[in-house]
């Protein structure tokens, strides 16, 4: 066969290799595993071209083709083991995410609902003109007994409905857009603030609990309490060894929580005018097959740092490879939140943003109650009204 003919034949084997390839890219693409499988396929294609071209034009020795092929395909499979092996790693360490928690365990009126009821009737019942409620993911097991309380009984589902959580973020949103009429959260962030203000909305927070802010770690780091200045800290850069605190010679792994989400706006909140250190970041799969960069989770790394609310991570959470650690010698439990020697505890609201529902003034009034607050209390957090 002359060159011609083998360079014919060889642009001929080209083409269902590159097709499988670029099936291959697509797939990884529209399957967020671009990182490490996208330039995989891309090798294996061009490798697997190399032994094809090899094979048309025999430029290599069969002794060291045989190596070569051998070396190459190990090296691929080596490389998929030790990638899926530290995927199996990471995902052991546990983590703290909203998506640990199954929210339907708290829908109003489910057969085994974990909400919590009141010991007698209601005081207040609403048949119709129902307040359409969102909120945070740690304040839903609050706003659902109210609403199981308070409206008729049925179904209410968490994803859609009358009584819905979308986290912070997107309640804020769909308040100020007028797609419910009441959210209960933590305090706006500024740019919610600058949303609602270039919507022409004006936010009313009528303050119904409170809870604290808290602080956690591996449950094996020797650290136990924290100061507020060691916080600060460590989230500004300036602390950036365990050894600095008291923990052993490692390098801190300080992770944040997105922008606008309720943790997030506490930590700035409780940072004040001390600068925040950029978050650690993670790439996921976007539409079309493209990667966008965020906010890393956190991962319980044997040297991470993380932080949220206490009800969320100490009761819907309840994951025993973390431990929350004391701040300024004071640990966050109820009490120590009730008679403020906890440092870091603030309210949660109900915000309004001008409904003209008639019956959301009276439920508000009713939150305030000693029904409404009896249930605050009863749920785990802390009354605002004592």
């Excluded at 499988?20 to 396929?41: A, D, E, H, N, R």
């Excluded at 190459?72 to 703290?96: P, T």
């Excluded at 365990?242 to 992770?255: E, L, P, Y």
Aim: charged share 20%; with cysteine.
């Amino acid at each position: 066969m002359n060159f011609g003919a083998k360079l014919a034949l060889f642009i001929a084997a080209c083409v269902p290799i590159l097709f499988l390839g670029f099936i291959g890219v697509i797939i990884t693409g529209f399957s967020g595993l671009i990182k490490f499988y996208l330039p995989l396929v891309i090798v294996i294609t061009v490798g697997v071209l190399f032994f094809v071209c090899n094979g048309i034009f025999k430029f290599l020795k069969p002794k060291a083709l045989k190596v070569t092929f051998i070396g190459f395909f190990s090296l691929c499979i080596v490389a998929i083991i030790v990638h899926e092996s530290i995927n199996v790693y990471v995902n052991s360490l546990g983590s703290l995410e909203d998506a640990e928690v199954d929210l339907t365990e708290y829908e109003p009126f489910g057969d085994e609902s974990k909400v919590v009821s009141l010991d007698e009737e209601s005081t207040l019942k609403l048949e119709d003109n129902l307040p359409r409620l969102d909120g945070a993911t740690a304040l839903y097991p609050v706003y659902s007994a109210f609403a199981q309380a308070t409206y008729p009984e049925g179904i209410y589902n968490v994803y859609k409905g009358k009584v819905i959580a979308t986290k912070t973020p997107h309640a804020y949103e769909n308040l100020i857009n007028g797609d419910v009429d009441m959210i209960f959260v933590a305090g706006p962030s500024e740019r919610q603030l600058r949303y609602a203000e270039q919507k022409g909305v004006e936010l009313k927070l009528t303050p119904i609990g409170r809870e604290a802010f808290v602080f956690f770690v591996n449950a094996k780091n020797p650290v136990d309490s924290l100061t507020v200045d060691q916080i600060k800290d460590i989230y500004s850069g300036k602390i950036t060894n365990w050894s600095d605190v008291g923990g052993k010679n490692d390098r801190i792994r300080a992770f944040q929580r997105p922008e606008d989400s309720g943790s997030q706006t506490a930590l700035q909140n409780f940072m004040g005018t001390t600068p925040i250190m950029d978050p650690p970041k993670e790439d996921v799969a976007s539409g079309m097959g493209g990667i966008i960069e965020q906010t890393a989770n956190y991962t319980n790394y044997k040297n991470a740092i993380g932080y949220s609310f206490r009800y969320f991570s100490m009761d819907m959470v309840r994951n025993d490879k973390i431990k929350h650690v004391a701040i300024n010698g004071i640990y966050p439990t109820k009490e120590t939140i009730r008679n403020g020697e906890y440092p870091i505890a603030d309210q949660f609201y109900v915000v309004t943003a001008g409904t003209d529902n008639p019956n959301v003034d009276r439920f508000i009034e009713w939150i305030l109650s000693e029904q409404g607050q009896s249930l605050v209390e009863k749920t785990g957090y802390v009354p605002v009204s004592e």
